[in-house]
Every structure is written in C-alpha cells, then in structure tokens.
C-alpha cells in the first residue's frame, strides 16, 4: 500500500521544495501523510467542477499546480469558492499537494520542458537561486538558452502550437524577427522581461503578460511570445501524472478532464469582431 507522504516525498525528490519562491504555498497542503492512496488526479488549477470530479471518481489524492490554499484563509466556510472546495475535498478524505513554483523551475520541470521542446542548447537559469547550493546545480527562476540552428519569432511559435495542440498564440515583435537566445517563464511571466533583456535574450516565452509588460518588450526590442497560462503549464502536469504513474503501477493516475481555457460568450463575441 502507498501513503499520502511517500507521494509527497516522491515528489519532492522530482521538484525539491527548496526551489519555490518564497511567496508560494507548496508541500502537501490538505491532508495526512498516513492516509493510503489508490486514485490520484493531476490538474493545473483546482475549481468546483474538477473538485466534484475528483470527488466523484474518489481520487484519494490530488497533485495541482496551483496551490489550494494560496494565500492565508482567516476562515474555511461555504460563503467563498476557495473555502467551499476546501470543505468538499476534506469532507470526501481528499489531500491535496502542490509544487507550484518548486515544478516550474526544476531541471525536469516546466520551464524546463518548454526549452527542449524549442530546442534550446546551454540552459540555465534565467535568474539563479540565492541559495549557493541551487546556484551551483545551475538551479533558479524560469530558463534560457540559444537555439542551435536558425530560427524566427514564427517557427518558434509554430513548433510550440503543434506540439503543446494550442489553437491560438499573442506575440509581440516582427514574426520573422531573427532569433538566437531565449528566456522562458511559463504561467505569468510578464514580470521576468526585465531580466531576459539583462540576460541579452532577443525573445521572451510565457503564459500571459500585461499590456504595459507587453510594451516594455516592444521598447526593449524583445519578441515576445504569449502561450497563454492554462496552456503555457498544463502539458507538464500531464507528464506529472506520467511520473507518477511510473513510479506507482498500482495507483490509478489521470489528469482532469473537467478543466480548460477560460470561455464563454464573451470570448465568443471577441473572436466575431
């Protein structure tokens, strides 16, 4: 039989917590280390739809990416959807774990995974751990690394869409802009395009920026390539769930079906205009 703490001891060994920022809430954050664990589901983001999935098809455990909760709770009650879908997971014996930020930057994590699928040579961090022992590990915040053969702001964008099945993709810049070093922060990354002109990177990777993080990359002359946050993670918790399972035969892994992009009419009358 397999517990609760040995998955998050497993998993810890694949993104040690160590790497996460220290504005995040990773680690097993609902639950005890002493349940056993038969059925786990992965997502990016937990809501009352794949709550009630994990509820449903009695997941004993759910690895997300996004941590529930985040930020401090004064109070756990039905009155707000994050305290609502704490009672729901903890009245049906559900844990919860997240890696969040930890995941993102490990040397198998997202950032990781999005600079091998482009194909990136000489990674390192983008901004090193201010921990010696990370640093030396060639640990840190988000990648970067030069592309080996020629490529554009264009074939870039096109060989992320094919392989991650993304529909759609913003960017920022000339399509056919030349490009030879890239930095990569998966989720919202926006902030970090600062440090990709520090680290003379001549295009930026990330899940969302803001408009006026959009026109800094267009001051700095920076391509800027906008994956979108759902789409710029959840491949890698996918493969989370393929780890998992990999490690753990006789526990059943999936990855929730009852999540996805953000939509509804209004998207649906933007894209008429």
């Known amino acids: 039989m397999t517990y ?5 001891s497993y998993l810890q060994s694949v993104a040690p917590l160590e790497l ?14 002493n349940v056993p664990v038969r059925k786990i589901m992965t997502a990016l983001t937990l809501v009352p739809e794949n709550v009630a999935e994990a ?3 009695k997941a004993d455990l759910v690895v997300v990416h996004h941590p529930l909760p985040f930020h401090a709770l004064k109070r756990i009650t039905a009155d707000t959807t994050p305290g609502s879908m704490l009672l ?44 010696p022992e990370l640093a030396k590990r060639q640990l840190g915040m988000g990648r970067m690394g030069t592309v080996p053969r020629k490529a554009t702001l264009e074939s870039i964008a096109q060989t992320l869409q094919r392989t991650l099945t993304i529909g759609s993709v913003s ?16 989720g919202s990354g926006g902030s ?4 990709a002109r520090e680290n003379e990177c001549d295009m930026f990777v990330t899940g969302e920026a803001t408009f006026h993080q959009c026109l800094e990359a267009q ?13 710029s993670e959840k491949f890698a ?23 996805s992009e953000p939509s509804g009419p209004l998207f649906a009358v933007l894209d008429t205009l």
């Open 4 to 8: 609760v703490g040995e998955v998050s």
């Open 20 to 33: 996460a920022e220290s504005w995040d809430n990773v680690g097993l954050l609902v639950g005890r280390n």
């Open 55 to 57: 509820i449903e098809l």
């Open 88 to 131: 729901d997971l903890i009245q049906a014996g559900i844990a919860v774990i997240s890696l969040h930020t930890a995941w993102d930057n490990t040397t198998s994590g997202i950032n990781a995974q999005l600079a091998q699928i482009i194909g990136l040579t000489n990674c390192v961090p983008l901004i090193p751990s201010k921990l």
């Open 171 to 186: 960017v920022v810049g000339e399509r056919l802009a030349p490009v030879t070093k890239v930095g990569i922060v998966c």
């Open 192 to 195: 970090l395009i600062a440090a």
């Open 219 to 231: 001051s700095y002359g920076i391509s800027l390539l906008l994956l979108g946050h759902f789409a």
């Open 237 to 259: 918790m996918n493969h989370l769930g393929r780890l998992i399972s990999d490690r753990y035969p006789n526990i059943e892994v999936w990855g929730s079906k009852r999540e």
